[in-house]
T-cell receptor, first 115, second 111 residues
Framework: ETGVTQTPRHLVMGMTNKKSLKCEQH?????MYWYKQSAKKPLELMFV???????ENNSVPSRFSPECPNSSHLFLHLHTLQPEDSALYLC??????????????FGPGTRLTVT | KQEVTQIPAALSVPEGENLVLNCSFT??????LQWFRQDPGKGLTSLLL?????REQTSGRLNASLDKSSGRSTLYIAASQPGDSATYLC??????????FGPGTRLSVLP
């Protein structure tokens, strides 16, 4: 257990569906991240939230919409996805703005399949 | 923009061997470098984090070193065990950027 949970763990959705991925961190961190991991590709950073403010959007298509209502929760809203969006979606958190380290802690991921 | 590479892409060794995994990065202006382990279909588990002012970190049978001037980090695994089989990823945290991950090294330790 890393202190970061993700639900659901597996999701199959059609291209016309709307679904949401949820991430929750119990570590008291102030930054949260969404990553995409496709087969045979390095982990790709999608979004970063620091203190609930989005600080980075890595040219992600608008069919992915993040939401960070507070520093402990992060959502990724999905709509009209494409089959190539099938991947493992990982959430992470870290403590930013301290003199220690920005060590990232990851959740177990949501395996998304778009049919 | 930071680029991170890892060699080898895959490695298979017999149980008990000591081994070294390599990570290279193009931009030496890093804040820290982190090594992770990922089991198939699972999330990432942090192994070691080396801050830019440090040269190495140790945890049990693992030792990670950092040479910023040459843009390299190595992960040394002593007395490998079948349970060490996983994909090992390195990631650099850069000033003005966020974590950039390498493609990983897939390790198989054979009993």
């Amino acid at each position: 257990e890393t202190g970061v949970t993700q639900t659901p763990r597996h999701l199959v959705m059609g291209m016309t569906n709307k679904k949401s991925l949820k991430c929750e961190q119990h570590l008291g961190h102030n930054a949260m991240y969404w990553y995409k991991q496709s087969a045979k590709k390095p982990l790709e950073l999608m979004f970063v939230y620091n203190f609930k403010e989005q600080t980075e959007n890595n040219s992600v298509p608008s069919r992915f919409s993040p939401e960070c209502p507070n520093s402990s929760h992060l959502f990724l809203h999905l709509h009209t996805l494409q089959p190539e969006d099938s991947a493992l979606y990982l959430c992470a958190s870290s403590q930013e703005g301290t003199s220690v380290s920005y060590e990232q802690y990851f959740g177990p991921g949501t395996r998304l399949t778009v049919t | 923009k930071q680029e991170v590479t890892q060699i080898p892409a895959a490695l298979s060794v017999p149980e008990g061997e000591n081994l070294v995994l390599n990570c290279s990065f193009t931009d030496s202006a890093i804040y820290n470098l982190q090594w992770f382990r990922q089991d198939p279909g699972k999330g990432l588990t942090s192994l070691l984090l080396i801050q830019s002012s440090q040269r190495e970190q140790t945890s049990g049978r693992l030792n990670a070193s950092l040479d910023k001037s040459s843009g390299r980090s190595t992960l040394y695994i002593a007395a490998s065990q079948p349970g060490d089989s996983a994909t090992y990823l390195c990631a650099s945290d850069n000033y003005g950027q966020n974590f950039v991950f390498g493609p990983g090294t897939r390790l198989s330790v054979l009993p």
